[in-house]
């Protein structure tokens, strides 16, 4: 059964009839309840694959992983290429396509950029509705000609990050990229539909100083930490530089340089 922090209801939905086969699959997947209930969530299976809709009067839209239009499409034709703020952050440079685990994945938008610049990527999101919303995202995008090769270098971990990095078998990577949720501001906290929906069911990261320390004894080059740009760093060893942009920044944790 799933847990999270607000202990959210939560019930999975066909929108149409021909869907209910997928619900039913989803529902005993993740261990909830199937079919019209009262809850705080739906995670509703329908033409565009699965996505979670928050209910209730004020509740903002449906939130699904989409690899192939939208904001992914636009970022990848015209997102600026190796010139993009995190792929400086991570390393990439002529010759260089590192191996990246993003151990915060999320709904997939940061490791996706990387995969279409060539980074060969694992990711875990220890969340399981969200895990289950990349899962479905990945799935169609394997579809598309143009997306295909690119989230062919996107695997899919499960589990909690920390516990995944503790355990690590087989070749370590190169880079690890961390993004946890952040103790949000009222001011903020409108900003971002995803934002809206992922924090009753998320909250935040009270274990980040941990997921650093696992990150820091894994990763062969160095570990990038994503934050708010006037946020504090995670607690622990100091990043010894950082990438400043509008809204965030990279805090840098090097070990060794990535090499052509």
């Avoid at 699904?64 to 010139?83: I, K, N, Q, T």
């Avoid at 100091?238 to 840098?252: E, V």
């Amino acid at each position: 059964m799933i847990e999270s922090p607000a202990a959210c209801r939560i019930h999975v939905q066909a929108l149409a009839p021909a869907f209910q086969t997928q619900a039913a699959h989803w529902a005993e997947r993740l261990g909830l309840p199937l079919g019209e209930a009262d809850g705080e969530f739906a995670l509703q299976v329908g033409e565009q694959g699965l996505q979670l809709q928050q209910l209730g009067p004020d509740a903002p839209g449906p939130v699904r992983v989409d690899f192939v239009e939208g904001g992914a499409a636009h970022r990848r034709l015209y997102g600026g290429g190796s010139g993009q703020m995190i792929a400086k952050a991570v390393g990439i440079a002529q010759g260089v396509r590192p191996r990246v685990l993003d151990a915060t994945a999320g709904l997939g938008k940061d490791a996706f950029v990387l995969a279409s610049l060539g980074c060969e990527m694992s990711l875990i999101e220890r969340q399981p509705l969200i895990g289950a919303l990349l899962e479905d995202g990945l799935a169609r995008a394997a579809e598309d000609f143009d997306v295909a090769p690119i989230v062919a270098r996107m695997k899919l971990l499960k589990g909690n990050s920390i516990e995944v990095m503790r355990s690590w078998e087989g070749e370590a990577p190169q880079v690890i990229y961390l993004d946890p949720m952040f103790p949000h501001r009222e001011k903020t906290a409108l900003v971002k539909k995803e934002m809206r929906l992922f924090r009753p069911l998320v909250g935040d990261d009270p274990d980040a100083p941990a997921l650093l320390e696992a990150a820091l004894a894994l990763a062969t080059h160095r570990v990038v930490v994503k934050r708010p740009r006037k946020a504090p760093c995670i607690e622990g060893p100091k990043p010894s530089h950082a990438l400043d942009g509008k809204s965030s920044r990279y805090d840098i944790y090097p070990k060794k340089a990535l090499k052509p």
